[in-house]
């Protein structure tokens, strides 16, 4: 499964204590940073000490076994991989329909995601089959052509000429106002063939692609001014068919099919830090109604129910009993009728966290359970109900969003539960209120149940959830096995912590035994 984790990347925006209680950002940023710099350059003195410990990983998880904090997982089903010809994965052996459903639609985002890095453009994939939509545009539709009267436009021009003296055959022009630039072939005065443009017109800043009697007609790529970028299918200057949307960091926003510039059907829209919504949008092209869904990362947990813009209004928990294709490249899934309680959205403020206390996210609650803790002085704990692969979104800390001029406790139990608030960087402080400590009165959201290891098997970062907004996630590091408790690094600094997190680091690295 993809990992819709929204990470951050800039240093310093996770601290949340004016005691100086930081979360260590090196920490949290390890996977992400190294993919950025992997020279001990770009490291700091917790990075390089991180990397010593890592060492240590193996021998801290066997102490673990021993100790029966993690419990060796129950034997599972053996599914196989059956491949074709070519390698590409037909079907699983051992998965059952949800399964089958589940891994057909990751596929298929995994193959529109495609941008082409890999010399694979997102046509060519075995699933897609992508085209201008056949029926004629309407006129005045909206159009992203930055130069529709070349003729009364000021240029020079560098190219072939017909015989009367029309631009012909390749050649570029340069633009007097303001020096945009135009490449391609031209034929007896008309853009036809490939082209590039780079402008500064309508917000855009290139445009690459297919133009017929001097117009759009074919694959275009679209990019503006704020970096973010479109990639469709043009007829007559106006995108009539598929079309895609990436943001600034090339990360795939929106997907659908458009007519006369408008998405029309089912559209997917692609959450940075989350899931994704999925239903037929309205007229203005809005994933705005009753019948629109909420789809978990797993592709099986689904909110179905009312949304607005794509924002979650009023939502049951429901299944995927089918998937089928529209337009030879939309995948369209079926739901269950919905039911059960009603998920609205619930952002919390300073002094509420949310209307309903003990309604449990359907997606955690799939994955992790809260059980008595193994370790010694620990409490509650949490522990994997099934298998979870690496790089899969676990747990989500939800709590009060505590204001900038909040007083600060004294003790370390008092400020036990606070976390960085990712919606509120970089001094935005969550809290878990005392009231709502217990599981039994407050169980909507789980990671802070949470236990510490210099070992853990999963670490913190960002989610955007539907019900509550960004907020901070547990997300695995490794394959985590059925009953396995799960731990997260707290990441406090070493020169001002708690007694018993000294105490921890130091029995680890003086090879004494854990306690």
Same mark, same amino acid.
């Given at each position: ?9 800039t240093q310093?925006?996770?601290t ?18 190294s ?34 904090s ?8 053996v ?6 010809k ?12 949800s399964d089958?459903?589940?891994r057909e ?19 060519q994939?075995?699933?897609l ?10 006129y005045?539709? @909206?159009?992203y052509e ?25 050649g570029?022009?340069?633009f007097? @106002?303001?020096?945009s630039i135009?490449?391609?072939?031209? %034929? %007896? ?7 590039n443009?780079?402008?500064k017109r ?13 117009k ?13 970028w ?5 007829k007559?200057?106006?995108? %009539? ?23 029309i ?12 919504v999925?239903?037929?949008v ?24 009312s ?13 995927i ?8 490249c ?21 002094d ?10 359907p997606y955690e ?18 522990y ?6 690496e790089?899969t979104?676990?747990?989500f ?7 900038p001029?909040?007083?600060e ?14 919606s ?24 802070h149940?949470?236990? %510490? ?6 670490q913190?970062l960002v989610?955007? @959830? ?7 996630c ?5 394959d ?13 600094d ?15 690295f003086?090879n004494?035994?854990?306690?």
């Open positions: 499964m993809p990992s819709p984790i929204l990470p951050f990347t310093n925006q996770l949340y204590s004016r005691l100086s209680r930081q979360i260590d950002l090196d920490l949290i940023l390890t996977r992400i940073r993919a950025v710099d992997d020279s001990d350059s770009a490291y700091g003195d917790y990075d390089k000490t991180y990397r010593e410990y890592k060492a240590k990983q193996e021998e801290r998880r066997q102490k673990l076994i021993n100790r029966g993690i419990v060796e997982p129950p034997v599972e089903k599914q196989v991989a059956v491949r074709d070519l390698g590409n994965e037909k079907y699983v052996r051992g998965e059952n329909n089958i459903l589940s639609l990751d596929e298929w985002v995994k193959e529109i995601k495609c941008t082409n890095a890999k010399g694979i453009k997102f046509e994939c075995r699933d089959s992508v085209r201008v939509f056949e029926k004629e545009v309407i005045g539709s @909206h159009t930055p130069y529709p009267n070349l003729m009364a436009e000021r240029f020079s021009y560098k190219g072939g000429k017909d015989e009367k003296k029309q631009l012909h055959g390749n570029s022009l340069k007097a @106002h303001d020096g135009m490449s391609g072939k031209w %034929h %007896h005065g008309k853009r036809e063939g490939y082209f443009i780079e402008t309508k917000g855009i800043i290139s445009i690459e692609g297919e133009y017929s009697n001097d759009m007609n074919g694959k275009v790529k679209i990019k503006f001014e704020d970096n973010t479109l990639e469709g299918f043009f007559d200057g106006v995108i %009539h068919g598929f079309c895609r949307y990436f943001d600034s960091e090339n990360y795939l926003t929106f997907v659908g099919i458009h007519r006369n510039g408008t998405p059907g089912t559209c997917w829209k692609f959450i940075r830090g989350g899931g994704c999925v239903g037929k309205d007229n203005d092209g809005k994933l705005t109604g009753a019948n629109i869904a909420y789809i978990y990362p797993d592709f099986k947990t689904v909110l179905f129910g949304f607005r813009d794509g924002q979650l209004v009023g939502t049951q928990q429901c299944k009993t089918k998937v089928i294709t529209e337009s030879g939309m995948k369209i899934p079926k739901f269950s009728e919905p039911g059960g309680r009603l998920y609205k959205r619930d952002i919390a403020t300073f509420f966290v949310t209307l309903s206390p003990t309604l449990r996210d609650s799939s994955l992790v359970e809260v059980r008595e803790s193994k370790l010694p002085g620990a409490k509650d704990g949490i994997a109900k099934k298998l979870i692969k790089d979104v676990v747990a800390y939800h709590g009060i969003r505590l204001p001029n909040y007083k406790e004294e003790s370390w139990e008092a400020n036990g539960y606070k976390i960085f608030d990712p509120n960087s970089p001094q935005g402080t969550l809290d878990i209120p005392e009231e709502y400590r217990s599981i039994s009165q407050y169980c909507a959201s789980l990671a149940k949470t236990n %510490h290891s210099f070992s853990p098997n999963s913190f989610y955007d @959830h539907p019900r509550w907004g960004i907020v901070p547990i997300a695995s590091t490794q985590i096995q059925a009953g396995e408790e799960i731990f997260v690094r707290y990441g406090y070493l020169s001002y912590c708690p007694d018993w997190y000294r105490d921890s680091w130091e029995r680890g003086n004494e035994e854990d306690s």
